[in-house]
């Protein structure tokens, strides 16, 4: 079992992107007012359910309307 301070050198890294990747993709949501799909409710609440770099990757792929 890996030792968690073996880990922090990856961890911080990684929430850091993750953290910087949520916010960007909410200020964009609340930014703009068309998208692809969907409204920008269902855009907020997919985003922070799937927080995990899943939720804004599907925003950027799915949800982001080109201008």
Do not use: C
Request: net charge negative; no cysteine; proline share 6%.
């Amino acid at each position: 079992m890996p030792d968690i301070n073996e880990m922090l050198p990856f961890l911080i890294p990684l929430a850091i992107v993750e953290i910087v990747l949520l916010i960007y993709t909410l200020h964009h949501i609340l930014t703009h007012g068309t998208y692809k799909h969907g409204t920008r409710m269902m855009w907020i609440i997919i985003t922070l359910a799937g927080m995990q770099f899943i939720g804004p990757i599907l925003y950027f792929l799915l949800g982001k309307e080109e201008s």
